[in-house]
């Protein structure tokens, strides 16, 4: 069939299975705009191109698919440089297309060129400039199978004008369905090798001390199932790193909930006293090992990673195993299932962990009258007010440390955060790329004052759009989390953070954005706030909790300092370690 | 240069636009530092080989190979120990020489078997292939008479053949 660039980008992104597309048009992308309306595809009219690529960070999360972007050159392409760059960091499928200046004017600073391939070659797992017409239903194939496949990333073609446009001869194609990925030099490796899993089953069954550091890497590889039955198979705790909530029950008995810099004491120092750490889908991160040299400093490690680089990089491993988290999981279930039960005596180390849990849970003041809200708390009951699925998004900071330790998540997926490259903004453009994909489920998007700031106007895309968000603005009037920096480690020299609680109204700008806007001041106005909220479903919701500025998120590991130097509550600082 | 901290690698790429900035791009933001790199096309026009030798004390060679092999144009990858290779360099200098100092200089190029390929009223151009220190031995003998200019191309390897057929290479050093 005879047709034109443009037709066939459309027609390759159906083939894949494509959906929604989230996207802003401009006069490079402009004749790809034009097929969309015969189209199937829905398309999301976003306000800044940014939102874009986050909303399709949250769609992919939470569905499972990749997230589909489309934008023009120049500044909408370095407009979305972050979220491509936070998909990188954090594994996230997607597939950005954006447009580029015709190919004959590449190169002579046209308007609104830049080099786009150049400048995503470092956030991307790989980009494509497509030349020819005839490339565009393989690039299109080949795209999505690099973004979904191995460790899974973003991709991103960059499309000439002149090769979509169907008023230029060198648009025209014969549409073709593509034989298959054409990457000689692309081979992930998602079967372990059964020998690894052997020395993996036999140091598994000496260890008096294991733990299970389950990493984002479980999600991707819709792995949570698989990991429910090792740890059941082989009565092993598991740690849930912040990429990871979710992938295991926060209600299960053997759950220990997150590690790291604001994980709780439990999840933080059963890692650092344990005999054998068992990653999976985990990279080590040093918000998760604190100063390395002194982190777990008895334990032997087996790492299993699809992404062979990340063996090996940060901590040596005594069995490394490249492969599939899903496969690698089953693989070791099979093996224990073999082995039968381990002879090692871990009745010493469970009650050491059930004695850490009895002393020092986690924990914050009450609230004091004429105070601001206990943020804690305002979390807590819009987890109990909500139904148990909702699925939570985060911006960065303060907020996103409380969501992640109060919230009880109980299913994988339901947890949707920006951790690698740590986005701030990142929260609402997730949380609407979420509900899109979920539509049936609460989404909730817990938010700081600060990020709100910076990506709220995709609430007029949530409402001209009807995705019925909900917002849980947690305002203190402060950059929270560098407030706290600044307040710990700087001699509470507060440099350039108070962003003020009373201005913007946030009130009136949730209804100007065409949204319900609640505020809620007092203790006794938060639950009703809470479940006005719940009630809307026609569309999106913020409200506003004036929360306490002096508010710190504990437990905390400092900056440089090692997880043996973990700093509790001040309550509970008093208690025997 | 100590073998013990330079590595050659070898890699097989596929042909196409940006791929050796994408490589150079990729040691640049790990922090990777290239001693000598060289590219040209091979046998097979779909594939280019770019062969380069890492300071393995700026990072560990199993991080360089495993980070390369992410790069989705690169195909192969094989690392050559230089015991079981076969490297060549070339050199092309331009050195100061006083009409009165042709001779010495000519007993070095006849002993290093060099190449004179150009003589100006007092300075030569000469080339020399070889092995990367024997290169290096004829640049540090040539130095005192004063280089004006010199480009050498970066080293290129082969594997090793098996005994059983290798034949004695008359250019070994």
């Known amino acids: 069939m005879k047709t034109n660039g443009g037709s066939a980008l459309i027609a390759s992104l159906e083939r894949e299975g494509v959906d929604v597309v989230f996207g802003l048009p401009g006069g490079a992308i402009l004749p790809v705009y034009d097929p969309i309306l015969d189209s199937s595809i829905r398309h999301i009219l976003v306000r800044h191109e940014q939102g874009a690529g986050h909303m399709a960070q949250g769609y992919a999360h939470a569905t499972g698919r990749p997230g589909v972007l489309m934008v023009t050159s120049g500044p909408a392409a370095t407009n979305i440089v972050t979220p491509l760059c936070d998909a990188y960091m954090d594994s996230i499928p997607l597939v950005a297309i954006t447009g580029q200046v015709p190919y004959s004017a590449i190169g002579t600073d046209a308007f609104q060129e830049c080099d786009t391939t150049g400048i995503t070659m470092s956030v991307t797992k790989h980009n494509f400039l497509v030349t020819d017409a005839a490339d565009i239903p393989q690039v299109i194939h080949d795209a999505f199978h690099i973004a979904t496949t191995g460790r899974p990333g973003p991709v991103l073609v960059d499309i000439p004008k002149d090769i979509v446009d169907p008023n230029n001869p060198r648009s025209a194609l014969e549409m073709y369905q593509p034989d298959g990925p054409k990457l000689p030099g692309y081979q992930p490796q998602p079967e372990p090798e059964a020998t690894l899993i052997a020395d993996a089953i036999e140091l598994i069954q000496q260890a008096e001390r294991p733990v299970i550091y389950a990493g984002g890497g479980i999600l991707k590889a819709r792995a949570a199932e698989a990991l429910r039955a090792l740890a059941d198979a082989a009565d092993i705790h598991v740690v849930t790193t912040l990429m990871a909530r979710g992938a295991f029950p926060d209600d299960h008995p053997l759950c220990l909930g997150m590690p790291g810099m604001h994980g709780n004491y439990t999840a933080v120092t059963a890692m650092q006293q344990a005999d054998l750490l068992i990653a999976l889908g985990a990279r080590f991160d040093d918000r998760v090992t604190g100063r390395l040299d002194g982190f777990a400093p008895e334990a032997k490690i087996i790492h299993a990673d699809i992404d062979p680089a990340e063996l090996n990089k940060v901590r040596r491993a005594d069995v490394a195993i490249v492969g599939d988290s899903r496969l690698v999981i089953e693989a070791m279930v099979e093996g224990l299932a073999a082995a039968g039960p381990s002879p090692a005596d871990r009745s010493e180390w469970r009650s050491r962990i059930s004695g850490w849990r009895e002393r020092f849970p986690l924990t914050y003041d009450e609230h004091v009258p004429g105070e601001g809200l206990k943020p804690q708390q305002v979390l807590e009951q819009l987890r109990d007010g909500s139904p148990e699925d909702t699925i939570v998004t985060s911006g960065v900071g303060q907020h996103q440390m409380w969501a992640a330790q109060h919230w009880t998540f109980r299913h994988p997926y339901t947890w949707i955060n920006s951790g690698g490259l740590g986005t701030m903004g990142f929260s609402i453009p997730a949380a609407i790329g979420a509900k899109v994909g979920m539509p049936d489920r609460t989404v909730w998007a817990v938010d700081g004052d600060g990020c709100f700031q910076m990506t709220a106007q995709e609430l007029v895309t949530a409402a001209v759009e009807r995705i019925p968000v909900k917002v849980a603005l947690l305002n203190n009037g402060y950059l929270g989390m560098v407030r706290q920096w600044q307040e710990m480690f700087y001699e509470e020299r507060f440099s350039e953070v108070e962003l003020g609680q009373a201005v913007p109204d946030y009130v009136k700008w949730a209804e100007a954005m065409g949204c319900v806007g609640i505020r809620a001041e007092s203790p006794e106005e938060v639950e009703p706030a809470i479940a006005q909220a719940n009630d809307i479903d026609d569309r999106p919701v913020v409200v506003e909790f004036r929360t306490e500025a002096t508010e710190k998120v504990f437990p905390m590991v400092p900056a440089g300092k090692t997880n043996s130097d973990i700093m509790v509550h001040p309550s509970q600082e008093g208690q025997q370690r | ?173």
């Open chain 2, 1 to 173: 240069m100590s073998s013990d901290r330079f590595h050659t690698v070898v890699l097989r790429v596929e042909n196409k636009a940006g791929v050796l900035a994408r490589v150079a791009g990729l040691f640049a933001r790990r922090g990777f530092n290239i001693d000598s790199l060289a590219v040209a096309p091979t046998e097979d026009d779909r594939f280019s080989r770019i062969t380069f030798t890492v300071d393995v004390e700026s990072a560990p060679l199993d991080q360089v190979v495993k980070q390369l092999n992410k790069l989705i144009n690169v195909v192969e990858i094989t690392e050559l120990d230089p015991k079981s290779s076969v490297e060549r360099e070339l050199m092309i200098i331009t050195v100061n020489v006083a009409p009165e100092n042709r001779g010495q200089v000519m007993d070095l190029v006849r002993i290093f078997e060099a190449k004179v390929l150009n003589v100006g009223y007092d300075q030569m151009m000469l080339s020399l292939s070889g092995a990367p220190s024997r290169v290096d031995d004829f640049e540090q003998l040539l130095s005192p008479h004063g280089i004006v200019e010199l480009q050498r191309t970066g080293r290129v390897a082969l594997r090793r053949l098996d005994k059983i057929q290798a034949a004695p290479s008359a250019e070994e050093s």
